[in-house]
């Protein structure tokens, strides 16, 4: 089980090393200002192995999309806790020429899925039984998304972008700090779930540094990389997870795989004072949420104000509390219920919406009447932002869930497993296990996709790319992505200040403002607790990944400090 190597005996992963160090050097000469920011393209991730990756490609002459694929796949080997082969994710793209597009490779619920799978004989949540292991896991969509997405926009060859990742997995990377300690943490449900061992069970415990090899991974990895879709969706790695669910009690057949398909949908547009938003669509509901979310407090003055003063955090927690109601009851994956989008992002409505809130007062989100409020998602979700030289720009959340998602790694193919079918609302209408309601529109059926609020967003300023955003979360992704992006349009913060503020969340229910230490001082939380706020500290809230285009055409990138991630450009 064990697989930790010395790396001073690695001859690969020095190599890895040194091309890092120079990538370094290098992209500090070319293209680069004197505060850091970059001309030529830039990567911003939850890793700095992945961030590099990716760097590579854009300098090899790929583009955005290149990167994305590499970097994704990258994140499948160095980010286990969220990168994934055996998740699912959104990608929303504008090329250089004002292009827009979106990909949906959210996973879906297996052909054999029911609506009660998840309940006891009285009816009842079972708890862990969408959360942990075979059954939790909906079928993973994202290599169908990287070849899609490839074959649409790449410009590299697919084996040059998988290529990365297959050494990486085989020679091996170091783990950071973090990934160790979560190794650790994740050891029992590791054991419990792969009885016949996994490169991420080690007999001792797991510490920084350590050099983490996964050879089944790469074998999968191979496979991709020569077959595309057909080297995970049919041959020997698709029977070595029909053979895991086999073992494990699952559902997913080899029908499931071999019928996903990643969908190209049409993102939401929306504008926030004259900056176009381009965001996701359902099956997230992530995009309608934060164009809700602008459109509610864009008549307030908010710049006057301040960041994060009493009355700003005031009118942005009355949003919230709404626009998180009406999600609960009208949104859910697009092929199987009507979304009623265009009257959800509607200025007036939203306006009409914010007409109840009262400033001497809180609301009580009991009084807000829009629906019935699904299970939050797990906050185990990964972003990045990328752009290249020509302009042309991803945005890309990816997702296995919950940390290490299932916590079931395929045995023979070394990917974990998705716990994505907690994401549908185990009991509609009813409370779910975690005391919180959910929504008919988010009922399983077999095939259909579990809603999600996932946020990859791209903005443009008078027809030109401005900022490429988004972040993990669970529930608390719009409203991360929401302040990040007025910590730049309203409160005039360069990228990296406005990812690394602290931040406030709400969601309607519970009627609570969770609030990162040091996010209000003791004036503001005076004040909104005398009218009625509850404020609960907590901690990190979201990762957020982002690039900001300066008006002297620099990239600037912010890499959330909550997590290793990286901004890497040249
Ligand atoms: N599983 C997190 C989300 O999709 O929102």
Known sequence: MQKTIKRKHFAPVAVIILTAVLSACVGGQLGKNNSGQYRNGMVVSANADASLVGLNILKKGGNAVDAAVAVQFALAVVYPNAGNLGGG???????????????????????????????????????????????????????????????????????????????????????????????????????????????????GLWFEGDVLVQNELANTLEQIRDKGNAGFYEGPVADSLVAEMKRGGGIMSAADLKNYKAVWRKPVVGNYKGYKIITMPPTSSGGIALLQLLKSVEPFPLKRWGLNADSTVQVMVEA?????????????????????????????????????????????????????????????????????????????????????????????????????????????????????????????????????????????????????????????????????????????????????????????????????????????????TRKGYHIVPRGAIGRVDAILKTKWGYYQGGADPRGDDKALGW
């Open 320 to 528: 919230e509390r709404r626009v998180y109601a009406d999600r609960a009851t009208h949104l859910g994956d697009p092929d199987f219920y009507k979304v009623p989008q265009q009257q959800l992002v509607d200025a007036a409505y939203n306006k009409s919406r914010m007409s109840s809130f009262n400033w001497a007062k809180a609301s009580l989100s009991s009084d807000i009447k829009a629906g019935l409020l699904k299970t939050p998602e797990h906050e185990e979700t990964t972003h990045f932002s990328i752009v290249d030289r020509d302009g042309n720009a991803v945005s890309l959340t990816t997702t296995l869930n919950g940390s290490y998602g299932s916590a079931v790694l395929v045995k023979g193919a070394g990917f974990l497993l998705n716990n994505e079918m907690d994401d549908f609302s185990v009991k509609p209408g009813a409370p779910n296990m975690y005391g919180l309601l959910g929504g008919e529109a988010n009922a399983i059926v077999p095939e259909k996709r579990m809603l999600s609020s996932m946020t990859p967003t791209i903005i443009e300023q008078d027809g030109k790319l401005f900022m490429v955003v988004g972040t993990p979360g669970g529930s608390t992704i719009m409203t991360s992505v929401f302040q990040t992006i007025l910590n730049v349009i309203e409160f005039d913060k360069n990228m990296q200040a406005a990812v690394t503020a602290k931040r406030f969340h709400h969601q309607w229910m519970p009627d609570a403002v969770y609030v990162e230490e040091g996010a209000l001082d003791s004036a503001a939380t005076l004040e909104l």
């Open 89 to 203: 994710g959104f990608m929303v793209y504008r090329s250089a020429s004002g292009e827009i597009n979106a990909l949906d490779f959210r996973e879906k619920a297996p052909g054999l899925a029911s609506r009660d799978m998840y309940l006891d004989s009285a009816g009842n949540p079972i708890k862990e039984k969408s959360l942990d292991g075979h059954l939790a896991a909906g079928v993973p969509g994202s290599v169908a998304g990287m070849v899609a997405a490839h074959q649409k926009y790449g410009k590299l060859k697919w084996e040059e972008l998988v290529q990365p990742s297959v050494l990486l997995a085989r020679n091996g990377f170091k783990i950071t700090a973090r990934t160790a300690k979560e190794l650790n943490r994740e050891k029992e449900r590791f054991v419990k779930f792969n009885p016949l061992g996994t490169a991420l069970l080690k007999d």
